[in-house]
């Protein structure tokens, strides 16, 4: 069995992991049959058949928690203890990237869900289904407890989060609450993903069950939805691709599944397309197939001969087509196709639905279901072509001490193994590692809220264990700032992970932002680092994971120190733990990073 196999495998049974399994093992209490509303709501949790539930805990659902623990064992969903609500919900977020699927979390009352925004508004700019449990109450005012209890309920408290969630509900009968539960996965799991919130009264969840509920199969009440295209609108996307002097593929957001990458290269290589993919979201072409482009940042139709032709543009569920009309720049008078069913969740409060796109024709519709359609419509080899050369990989070694050389010393120590990079950096170039298989690299946070990285790393090697693919995490000294204590879930549950941290010792993204302004009002550049870098004292990145239970490594200040770092490293993760190597990069982007961070209108 190989590695993606063998991680589909246990995906399907949905069942934790064995080692994760025997962390926190509760002493059996015999109960067999839901006393209280939250062992009523716990059997909803059981028969989602979701592994587990990351959680920072919280009075105001001390009752779902005993439930989870004392009623189901704490199996299917296990507990997975966070020590920070954004951590919680970050990992699931992760989980999903790899799984697809949601997982569930828990946080407290107003103040936990408040942590919790952030991770979020993430998961929802990159449309992925997490289920947030939380809790509030009593909502009866005579049944509270004095101070806290006050302090602690808030009226129309979904109102926090429902403009970046899916749905969200306040049940009020176990009854209710356990088809919201239903009902509210179903609709995170369904496309366009995203999470959904759901509230329960702290007095719905103590109170004594009156009455059984009738049991039901929990499967009818959320069947899958497969939003394919009509068949008509297949055939005239085809025959405007057929026609197409030089089309364009924008392969942007998509599944894991590998059945669905292949479709994508078939297409593309059938009408001889051009393809460019977005390190924001999860790897979805080969980036060493000779009709790969690169990424945006780098594309201009000076920069790529070929596209100065393109007169059809397909976009695959590209996170902001309007953008790449406009910096593309390539192609103003193209016809573009849009495959997405992202408008329909397309709502007033943040703009994360970007620009108005041109658009010829739409298919509103899962591009993972449409391509497979479009290459059947199409034919194979419909136009026999020279392809150009793979794009190569630089061998040239870069001056000083760069992001560039944490690739470069991965990619010699790593070789031909199999790799999830689970999180890169914002300056990161996408020519610098190669992904082959939707597994290769899950994408970024989403949302563009920093410290999200080591959060979902956690969350994708959690579901990644099992798989043989090594989770690598390369992150920001920033970044993993703000959500380091996720390392301590790493390694308390037994998730194995590599952490690489490209640590300029600065939020150095703001100081370019800094040096603009500086530019364009004739002010000292040389200032730009004030108020923005982590310095006198550096932090000790290496034992803030230590701090956590994971093996640090490092300061590495040298290029040459580096792989032998990274090899250690590697098989402490093999090992089983968590390892945590700080480089010293120095401050600095790449020229192709600062030029598109510092054009006009950035
Ligand atoms: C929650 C949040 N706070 C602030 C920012 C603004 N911001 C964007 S990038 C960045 C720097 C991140 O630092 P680091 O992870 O070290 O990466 P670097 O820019 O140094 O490569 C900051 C502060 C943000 N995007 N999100
Ligand atoms: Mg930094």
Not at 153 to 159: E, H, I, L, P, V
Not at 454 to 471: E, F, M, N, Q, T
Request: aromatic share 6%.
């Amino acid at each position: 069995m190989t590695p993606s196999q063998a991680a589909s495998a246990r995906a399907k049974t949905n069942d934790a992991d064995p080692a994760v399994a025997g962390v926190e093992r509760p002493t059996p209490t015999g109960a067999n049959a839901p006393g209280f509303g939250s062992d009523v709501i716990a059997d909803a949790l059981r028969s989602l058949d979701i592994p587990y539930i990351a959680l920072t805990p919280g009075a105001s659902y001390r009752g779902l928690h005993d439930s989870i623990v004392n009623y189901l064992g704490n199996t299917k969903p296990q507990m997975l203890l966070c020590l920070h609500e954004e951590a919680a919900v970050a990992i699931a977020h992760g989980y999903a990237k790899v799984t697809g699927k949601a997982m569930v979390t828990a946080v407290h009352s107003n103040v936990g869900l408040m942590h919790a925004t952030m991770a979020m508004f993430n998961a929802w700019c990159d449309r992925m289904p997490v289920v947030v449990l939380g809790a509030t109450g009593p909502v009866d005012a005579a049944k509270r407890r004095p101070w806290i209890d006050w302090i602690h309920t808030s009226r129309d408290q979904g109102a926090l989060v429902r403009d970046y969630t899916k749905w969200d509900d306040q049940p009020s009968s176990p009854g209710a609450a356990r088809e919201a539960i239903m009902r509210g996965t179903w609709i995170a799991n369904t496309a366009p993903q995203g999470p959904v919130y759901i509230n329960f009264d702290a007095e719905l969840q103590e109170e004594k069950v009156s009455e059984q509920l009738p049991p039901i199969d929990p499967a009818r009440y959320m069947p899958p939805i497969a939003t394919a295209a009509p068949a008509e609108l297949v055939r005239q996307a085809a025959n405007m691709l057929k026609d197409a002097k030089q089309v364009l593929i924008l392969a942007g957001r998509a599944s894991r599944d590998p059945e669905a990458w292949k479709a994508r290269v078939a297409l593309a290589e059938a009408i001889n397309a051009r393809v460019v993919t977005d390190l924001k979201i999860g790897a979805s072409f080969p980036t060493d197939h000779p009709l790969y482009v690169g990424s945006p940042r780098a594309i201009t139709p000076e920069s790529v001969e070929g596209l100065k032709n393109v007169d059809v543009v397909l976009s695959l569920d590209w996170v902001d087509l309007a953008g790449a009309m406009r910096y593309g720049g390539p192609m103003p008078s193209a016809k573009v196709i849009q495959v997405s069913l992202d408008q329909r969740i397309h709502g007033g409060w943040n703009m994360d639905y970007q620009g108005l796109p041109p658009v010829d024709l739409i298919l509103s519709a899962d591009p993972d279901l449409v391509v497979p359609e479009l290459v059947k419509e199409i034919g194979k080899s419909f136009k026999p072509h020279a392809v150009p050369g793979a794009r190569k990989t630089s061998d040239k070694e870069p001056a000083g001490f760069t992001n560039e050389h944490i690739a470069r010393a991965l990619r010699k120590v790593l070789g031909e193994r199999v790799v999830t990079y689970t999180h890169l950096p914002l300056s990161w170039d996408d020519s610098w590692i190669t992904f082959r298989h939707p597994l290769d690299y899950i994408g970024s946070d989403g949302g563009g809220g920093v410290g999200g990285g080591p959060g979902i790393s956690v969350g994708a090697a959690l579901a990644l264990k099992g798989s043989g693919r090594l989770p690598v995490a390369i992150c920001g000294d920033g970044d993993f700032l703000m959500g380091v204590t996720a390392v301590w879930t790493a390694v308390h549950y037994k998730i194995p992970l590599l952490f690489v941290l490209a640590n300029n010792r600065s939020f150095y993204n703001d100081e370019l932002h800094q040096e603009r302004m500086a530019r364009a009002r004739n002010r000292p550049v040389e200032n730009k680092w004030i108020g923005q870098r982590m310095s006198d004292p550096e932090v000790d990145l290496a034992a803030m994971g230590r701090a956590q239970g994971a093996i640090g490594f490092g300061p590495i200040t040298k290029p040459a120190d580096l792989a032998p770092a990274l090899e250690k490293a590697i098989a402490a993760v093999d090992a089983g733990q968590v390892a945590v190597v700080d480089v010293r990069v120095e401050p600095g982007y790449t020229a192709v990073m600062t030029a598109a961070m510092t054009r006009a209108g950035s």
